[in-house]
């Protein structure tokens, strides 16, 4: 997937540059999942059965819907705590509304009737937009101390009110319609999960597989779990749903054997096997222990997208057999080790040591199926890649290599000059470098750290130099109309805010 221009941007560019911010934003309340159900698995009877350790943890799942709706809020309004607390003040009017709204059973709410995450979805955007719209709105004097970031839970309120109303006479009928989709997908078996599967990966490159996945393990079909009714088959799975767990089965052979087979095929077949071994170890002993994938997938993803492809394709072939194999797992953070062993004895989890078949299958298919691309149509993968990307062969650089050191001479004319205040840590002396190839701060309209990337909308795409973009670190760039994104590894949080904070001229 060689960068390039896709399309004149307009409006086109502005939705996907939306769907990504949507989609960054959506990480911030599922970060803290991985905590919750390590706390929620601890305390279950078969483990550690302290029931205060597992009421903690259920405790965040029990509140998702809120917190996606402080978390959406903060993530889209660049971590401003008046947008957070609008999100949490619309929330709670629009959840009382709307229990107050819909049918009664027994003198309170019906509790099959629920809009799971997607009420927590909805408020944190509309907070979000509302405080961008009214954060620096000036009221009459006499209202004056209700004005600016003060006026945002105000009027996210009174939104929230409105909103209420409307899905609390509406959202009955309408849940019969998602329930029957849900089903319908369910209902498909292996081909649903193995589109699933293989769509998630595709998606990957523009980020919207956090979107996908959202629906997925938070709305996806319905259980009546001990303390309610539970949606997404990952909430659905702790609840102890024994139909749960089967569109998330089948990361675990890709994610703990397959990736690592691949590294062991690029590295096997690398020009430079030192300077690959150095990229890829690492990155799979990860992918192995806790599931992050990110750092292989980038490693080939714009240097070979055919690979890119192929994974995509073998990722929901997995999804697919693991489904017909009748393997029933799920994960609090991702597909690893940790969350294979903590669950494997769970109550509603079958088959768990047929997974581990699945899995040496798949080092095996992977290494070979890799091996053969790789060779068989030279493809630019770690090690290797030099002479398509004009580059030395260490292109791909760690962290602990992630550009100039603190005072370090920048390339010549790619540097923007030293401003009053500026650090020279190796952070800072990278997010300005990195600034200054993307066109410079007229060029950049705004920067967002996600995992492992900048998301940014630039004014002129042409401007941003892909070639200087990679002698400083990055192991990809992707242009898409004025959506642009550029892969800098595990420090991408730490360079976009710096860059940010140049951008709005703070140095």
């Keep these: ?16 540059g939306a769907l990504q911010s949507v989609g960054r934003s959506l ?34 799942f029990a509140n998702l819907a809120m917190i996606f709706a402080v978390g959406i809020a903060f993530g889209l309004s660049g971590g401003d705590g008046a947008a957070a607390l609008a999100g949490l003040v619309g929330f709670l009017v629009f959840e009382a509304v709307f229990e107050t709204l819909i049918p ?14 997607l009420s927590g979805i909805i408020i944190g955007l509309v907070a979000a937009g ?46 019969g319609v998602v329930n029957a989709g849900g089903e319908a997908i369910v209902g498909l078996g292996a081909l649903g999960t193995g589109l699933y599967g293989f769509l998630n990966r595709l998606l990957i490159p523009v980020g919207l597989h956090h979107v996908l996945n959202t629906f997925v393990w938070f709305q996806l079909g319905s259980f009546q779990g001990p303390d309610g009714v539970v949606n997404g088959d990952l909430n ?15 990361f675990f052979p890709v994610m703990m054997f397959g990736l690592p087979g691949a590294c062991l095929a690029m590295i096997r077949h690398a020009r430079f096997p030192k300077v690959a071994s150095g990229i890829l170890l690492s990155a799979a002993f ?69 997974l581990l ?43 602990s290599q992630r550009g100039p050191k603190p005072g370090a001479e920048a390339a010549a004319g790619h540097s923007e000059e030293p401003e009053p205040g500026d650090e020279l840590d190796a952070d800072d002396a990278l997010a300005r470098d990195v600034l200054a190839a993307l066109g410079g701060r007229g060029n950049v309209e705004s920067c967002e750290g996600c995992i492992t990337r900048l998301r940014l909308f630039v004014r002129d795409p042409d401007r941003i130099d892909d070639v200087r973009l990679k002698e400083l670190g990055a192991s990809g760039v992707v242009k898409r109309g004025k959506v642009a994104q550029v892969v800098m590894g595990m420090q991408s949080d730490r360079i976009a805010a710096r860059i940010e904070r140049r951008i709005q001229g703070g140095g």
Excluded: C
């Design 236 to 250: 659905r799975y702790f609840a102890g749903d024994p139909a749960a767990g089967s569109f998330m089965a089948g």
């Design 1 to 16: 997937m060689a960068s390039g221009v896709v399309g004149s941007g307009g409006r086109g560019s502005r939705v996907l």
């Design 27 to 60: 990480m911030l309340p599922i970060a803290v999942l991985p905590a919750a159900a390590l706390l929620l698995r601890l305390g279950q009877p078969d483990l550690l059965d302290l029931a205060w350790m597992a009421s903690a943890g259920n405790a965040v």
């Design 104 to 117: 009664q059973v027994d003198g309170g709410p019906d509790p099959d009737i629920n809009m799971g995450v």
């Design 286 to 354: 990860a992918s192995f222990l806790t599931g992050i994938t990110e750092p292989i997938e980038f490693a080939f993803l714009f240097v070979a997208p055919l690979l890119f492809v192929v994974h995509a394709v073998l990722t929901g072939l997995s999804m697919a057999i693991t489904t017909l194999l009748d393997i029933h797992i799920g994960f609090g953070f991702s597909a690893g080790l940790i969350d294979y062993v903590l669950n494997f004895s769970k109550e509603n989890t079958t088959n768990p040591l047929l």
């Design 357 to 399: 078949v699945v899995g040496l299958v798949y080092f095996v298919v992977y290494y070979v199926v890799f091996s053969f691309f790789i060779t068989r149509f030279d493809l630019a993968t770690p090690g290797r890649g030099e002479a398509s990307t004009g580059l030395s062969a260490d292109w791909i650089l760690p962290e």
């Design 130 to 175: 509302l405080y961008r719209r009214f954060s620096d709105i000036r009221l009459p004097d006499y209202l004056g101390f209700f004005g600016g970031r003060r006026f945002v839970p105000i009027v996210t309120a009174l939104a929230a009110l409105a909103l209420g109303v409307f899905f609390g006479l509406a959202w009955p009928s309408v849940q």
